[in-house]
């Protein structure tokens, strides 16, 4: 089963969010099944700056998109059984950051994005890699389905190769003037409501869910709800028409990776059987934040983007009222600077029991995961979420809305049968998420409770094996199509 990924992003190489974790370790996975794997990602300059010994593949390769002739190169690095092709135009991606400044998106992202496909599937041409399967992630890849389905009809390089697409994230659907078509290289008759046009515009997620064999998203329960008004974000009538072949497939986790007992960027390893080491990371989480922590109370953590779909707004709200349930917090984000300027005031005023860091930093994000009792998520939505299983891992108990990833991995306590690894809420708002902490808080003041907690969490199994294998179920079930 030879398969073609696609991402903008892929851990280690640049990594914004929890796709990069995905395009990172979900290959590795399904080469241990069997598969032939190969990534398609730019070379940003992030990846350049990393000084990794890339391999030369393609020189002076050229591509003629909207009518111009393109020029590129492509490198590839190998690890873990996965070669990552890393499409090289300097002009598009040997930029400061990989989607925008602070400003706002590159403008010509679509142009970027649509290139990068494009030249992923010439590169897999060159190298002679004839895919069953092209999968492609999120809106910056979706154009590659659109050019198998448009450029590459008639090609037989291409011809019985079928194609996966994955939503990590209904909200961000890469909307463009109608001039980008012709621009990126596909029939401006699609600018039509039953193709690509959406409200006047280009929606190039459209062509991930409108064009692909299969398209699929990061849990079960977020492939319901975004057949729904309230999460289809204007396309779930759309993928209502696709129920037949849209799959929920939960995200994994590369417990490798993830591991408290090797983690070389913790203070302290640990395992469950012994958690001193986990205390320590605690001392040291605190002591990094500035925090004097009170005895007999939990210490929470929240590693995240300030958005609006992470429920900031809704911590902002409520950040009094949990501070007064006796925990401490500490919070590593970057993202929206209303929610900055908030938090940055409020920590000044608490300084002693809230820490703020405003930075995308591993080392940190780790030691918060290690060191936290309690892990924060009042997520509006959250199609899969990742960083509850990395608390789970790390015997950190998450606090969660329940919505998408968070519903379908976290289970609420039950003291009576010490089942549970965590706590819910239902409603997106200040006093459910008071009620899931405080249950949180009295728990924690528990220590029996708190064990078998802790214990639940940890032995929690978000392994990738089962999900990759359902990944290549379905590459079998729609290649046999
Ligand atoms: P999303 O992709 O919507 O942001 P996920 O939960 O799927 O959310 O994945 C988030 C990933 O990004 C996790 O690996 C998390 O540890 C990481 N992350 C988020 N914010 C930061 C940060 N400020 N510093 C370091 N890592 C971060």
């Known amino acids: ?35 032939e794997v190969r990534t398609f990602m730019p070379l940003y300059r992030e990846v350049r700056k990393k000084s990794l010994p890339l391999e030369p593949v393609l020189d002076k390769a050229k591509l003629t998109m909207g009518g111009r002739s393109i020029p590129y190169a492509v490198f590839a690095h190998r690890a873990e059984g996965v070669t990552t092709f890393f499409v ?68 037989p390089f291409f011809s019985g190769a079928r194609s996966v697409f994955t939503i990590h994230n209904l909200a961000y659907q890469g909307l463009f003037g109608k001039e980008v078509l012709p621009a990126i290289g596909l029939p401006e008759s699609l600018f039509n409501m039953n193709d690509l046009e959406f409200f ?66 913790i203070p302290r390893n640990y395992a469950p059987g012994d958690l001193a080491g986990k205390k320590a990371c605690r001392e040291e989480l605190a002591r990094l934040f500035g925090l004097a922590l009170q005895p007999g109370r939990p210490l929470a953590g929240m590693v995240t983007r300030l958005a609006g779909q992470k429920g900031l707004d809704i911590v902002c709200e409520a950040l009094e009222a949990l501070l007064g349930q006796g925990l401490s917090l500490v919070i590593l984000g970057t993202g929206d600077r209303k929610i900055q300027d908030f938090l940055a005031a409020a920590q000044k005023k608490h300084a002693a029991q809230f820490g703020l860091k405003i930075a995308f930093d591993e080392k940190i ?32 108990v998450p606090v969660v809305r329940a919505t998408g990833g968070l519903d379908d991995s976290v289970e609420e306590f039950d003291a009576a049968a010490a089942a549970g690894n965590g706590f819910k809420f239902a409603e997106a708002a200040p006093g459910p998420l008071l009620e899931a902490s405080a249950r949180a808080v009295a728990a924690f003041g528990r220590p029996a409770d708190w064990s078998a907690l802790v214990r639940n969490a940890m032995s929690a199994d978000f392994s990738w094996g089962r999900s990759a294998e359902t990944y290549l179920g379905l590459y079998e079930m729609i290649a046999a199509s």
């Open 365 to 396: 994000a780790r030691t918060i995961y290690a060191g936290s009792d309690i892990f924060l998520i009042p997520s509006r939505y959250e199609p899969c979420g990742l960083t509850q299983m990395y608390a789970m891992r790390y015997g950190t």
């Open 200 to 265: 006047g515009q280009v929606n190039t997620l459209k062509a991930g869910i409108l064009y692909s064999t299969a398209v699929t998203t990061v849990s079960p329960r977020y492939s319901r709800e975004i057949q729904t008004p309230e999460f289809g974000c204007g396309l779930d009538g759309l993928l209502r028409s696709r129920a037949g072949v849209l799959h929920g497939i939960l995200n994994g986790v590369d417990y490798q990776d993830w591991d408290p007992a090797t983690d070389p960027l």
């Open 1 to 35: 089963m030879k398969v073609a990924f696609l991402a903008s992003e892929v851990n280690p190489y640049a990594k914004t969010g929890g796709l990069a974790d995905v395009a990172g370790s979900l290959p590795k996975f399904l080469v241990r099944q069997g598969a």
């Open 88 to 155: 090289d135009h300097p002009g598009y991606f040997d930029r400061d950051a990989l989607y925008g400044t602070p400003a706002g998106d590159y403008p010509d992202n679509a142009e970027r994005f649509g290139f990068f496909s494009r030249a992923a599937l010439e590169t897999m041409r060159a190298v002679g890699f004839r895919p069953a399967i092209v999968h492609a992630h999120d809106w910056q890849a979706a154009a590659a389905v659109a050019y198998l389905r448009f450029v590459h009809a008639g090609d």
